[in-house]
């Protein structure tokens, strides 16, 4: 047993090397509450991480019907035993004091608590009379990437087939509807093509706008092994930030903010000059190669050192290390995703992985990364913008089939468009044609961009607005009906990560007060709609979690997400499986894509595709004429300069991001003792240079304003690229300090100043790529920036920086680092 390590000031804890192809060796992370023991835990109930989309196995220990810690499962392909930040002390937020208890009900302009009964009968009241005077399309649901998939998938049913509106979407359309996206455009159909295993056998890793440092922790943990090991592989980061990435990076390109498509058609514009294709791969495998060379061929990387800011001899040193690749793992997150041309980027990532020939097979594909615990299961059960099963919208046959799934007519499931993206949900809110919103687990008045717009909508008197959450969240303030919802080890359910790993998660205690189970609260609304199928029996057939699973499963059969071989007891075992899982595959299917592209077919893909300039879907007929033998597509690319520039009023780009010890908007890390510690306020980085052309120091309080508002926060002076103003989106209002209000000068949240903007594709907003200026309040005169110094906010300059920043130890209680087992 190794020493205690403090996992705040040591995120990724102690390392285990290993080399190239070799197993990642076991290491059981683990967490007491202080008061607690080994001794004195009565149970461990399985789980796994709700805090990022890393999937991270674990078993919560439970004493007298409370958690008190945590550890890692040693058995899981994922994880291997470990655990992150979030992990070890996130859990802490389930037994917050202002957890809600009690549904709440608008009366006279206040929120009071009433029962279930009460809340539910207005919830369905106003739901008929919607339906009666406007038809389905008044009502809209708005979700989140944090429930589980039996919740996602009831849902799905309720809201397609009971209700019948087309406005259903989750906040994994802010973080990765792009990955989707862009996974339909080049394969035809989602699925994360590698898995988490490829990066045992790469020996390039390639990371574009991806800081895995801080979002997906342990699969950090994971390449530091690698790094540490024989035969390590070698990195290239594509990030404006000095990530933990970038400082390990045999190359390291920070690109001005919007430029990700000028780069990467750098990238591609080398590898076909240079003849690093695998020719025979791309002739039997793909479509579009011609157009693609034809689109890059004067994208050389001087002209994209013009454009990017990039020095053109790192452009081609990259291309060296990423051409001369024998096995090449891309990786691509919120950098991308987020910024300008999202899909485009994301889709010339794809492209440098095809070209090189570089999938299906181990340490060779690529991870359209997802940001939430849950954000897979979205996308399969149709919460976010698909139909369930990865069916086709547009393809009456896919629709058919889910019709007779459901045992409804085709033409209750609304197919007329394609499925409402978020922002355009919120657009027809602020119109008035949708009269009911119901928001479930996520914070819109904080997490959406131009919050002083969505605060306006949210407030109008004539949207009814239900919310359905743990806590009084700044959205739940403004709702009519709030539900106090159970959370993560109060209830049952599966959940599947971002390399299609599918865990159970099983209720381990009670939930606070009268809270429910979202399955619950859902199967109750239901019942009260009385939803009938076209035989007269009830719509949702199902009554719990698991049978939920079983209705799921026969949803899913026969389509690319195929869960057919798993059950809830099946997930019992010792490590979560992979989907497709199925009779033919009964241990899951490690990788995509090993024997060809099976679901890009016109009659079997899940999209026929979209102009990635304009947005507009492609017809049955556009497809068949460019993919008749269902290939993969090299989708090229031309760059377009962003709609905000900078100028002299705002001569800044603004990106905004996440840091390691924070989940979206605080709601649960900021109720963690130790999470919030180390990074407590928000802050504002900038570079020496723009430092010193402003005249600021470390520390001192500034204001960053962009067309839209404002927020304040304490400087630290950072190596992120000169020109740029970094602002982390976590922090909102529940636990304002004096002088931070909701849309006064000098905000809190990040998202006053974004724009609403989206990428005319996978419509998923553009945080990343607005326009600022910085100007000094006070003087920091003694007063320390709480930014983390562990992490890609590390000051420059240490010196200037007390070492307690960055949170007390994480040793309140006993943290442990476990290796078992040698290194290869």
Known sequence: MQPEVDRI?????????????????????????????????????????????????????????????????????????????????????????????????????????????????????????????????SIGFYTTGQLFLEEYYTLAVIARAGIGTNHLDGNTRLCTATAGEALKETFGCDGQPASYADIDHADVIALFGHNMAETQPVLWMRVLDRLEGRDAPRLVCVDPRPTAVARRAAVHLAPRAGTNVALLNALLHEIIRTDRVDHDFVEEHTVGFDELAERVAECTPAWAARICDVPARKITEAVEIIGGAERLLSTVLQGVYQSHQATAAACQVNNLQLIRGMLGRPGCGVLQMNGQPSAENTRECGADGDLPGFRNWQNDAHVADLARVWNVEPSRIPHYAPPTPAMQIFRYAEQGSIGMLWISGTNPAVSLPELHRVRDILGQERLFTVVQDLFVTETAQLADVVLPAATWAEKTGTLTNADRTVHLSEKAVDPPGEARPDLDILLDYARRMDFRDKDGRPLVGWHDAESAFEAWKECSRGRPCDYTGLSHERLRGESGVQWPCTAQAPDGTERLYADGFSWAAPDVCESYGKDLVTGASMSDTEYRALNPDGRAMLKAAEYVPPHETTDASYPLQLTTGRTLYHFHTRTKTGRSPQLNAAAPEVWVEVSVGEAQRHGLAEGDLVEVSSPRGSVRGRLRITGIRDGMVFLPFHYGYWDTPDGHRPGAAGGRAANETTITDWDPASKQPLFKLAAARLTLVERADGAVCPAPTTTASAPVDPRHVPPTVGGPSALAGQSLDTPEGDAP
């Open 9 to 137: 000031a040591s995120p990724w804890g102690e390392r285990t090397p290993y080399g190239r192809d070799g197993a990642w060796p076991v290491r059981v992370d683990s967490y007491l509450a202080p008061d607690a023991t080994t001794g004195t835990v009565e149970r461990w109930v399985r789980t796994a991480s709700v805090l990022h989309s890393n999937g991270d196995a674990m078993d919560v220990a439970v004493a007298d019907g409370r958690i008190v810690g945590v550890r890692g499962r040693p058995g899981d392909r994922v994880n291997r035993g470990r655990l992150g930040p979030k992990d070890l002390f996130g859990w802490q937020a389930n037994h917050a004091e202002d957890r809600l208890t009690t549904p709440l009900l608008r009366e006279s302009g206040h929120l009071v608590p009433c029962d279930w009964d009460t809340a539910m009968d207005r919830i369905a009241a106003r739901t008929r009379e919607l339906l009666r005077e406007h038809g389905p399309g």
